[in-house]
């Protein structure tokens, strides 16, 4: 069985550039790791400072960075298969991949062996500088506010219940687009991709309202994988304690 071509496309949004993304039509037992390799998905609804993508693969950001460092104090290879969100679990609880970054035991179904926290983040409430502020999440009730396509907000869902208004959109990018040709006023991301994207474009006049659902997030690896997760879990112990997950978090702190 052989790969099934990937479909990318670039997407480009004035005023910034969108990076490309590759929506993998299929996977095959090729995707799983070679000898020498440590294989990880690469979900294709991060953004920087967390990953860019170029021509459909991972090319940079905290995610290659860290799978980078992993693989090599293992003395393997890293490699990247790109993939939607809503494959993830699927692609790693199959064996398909070894593992995948930036996630949480409530976010991906299914059996899984996990790191320690690694990297820390929260939801944030990004809005137009003209907007009235949000102090509290009652404040939006019966607001529209921009959200991902089968992102889960439960504590805000919590609070307003029916008065949390959703307009879904396929990828943050896109929600921060509307916000910034007047079309939302309020969208709900992730806090180091507002704050880099703040640092960023300074022109877009941005501002945060305020923090939710502050969170530790990990890394999570196939029982089926071929490779032991006592190795992946002492490289990964071995980088937080000697500093190198700090260090890497440092050089995208704009």
Known sequence: MTWVKPLCYHRFMAPFRIAGICLLLALSPAA??????????AATNHNMPLSRFHDGELADGILKDLGDSIAMRMG???RYVSAPA?????????GRADGVCFVLPRWLPGVFNWSQPLIPDAG????RVEAPPVRVLSDLANKPVGTVLGYSYSMIQSELGRAFVREDAPSMELNISKILHGRMQYAIMGRMNAEYLMHAYPQHKLRIDFEFDPFMAQCAFSPKSAIPFSDVQRAIDGLVADGSVERMMRRYRL
Do not use: C, N, Q, T
Request: no cysteine.
């Open 76 to 78: 393997l290879h890293a």
């Open 86 to 94: 809503k494959r993830v679990a699927e692609i790693v609880s199959s």
């Open 32 to 41: 799983m790791a070679g000898p020498g390799e440590l294989v990880f998905v």
């Open 124 to 127: 944030v409430l990004v809005s």
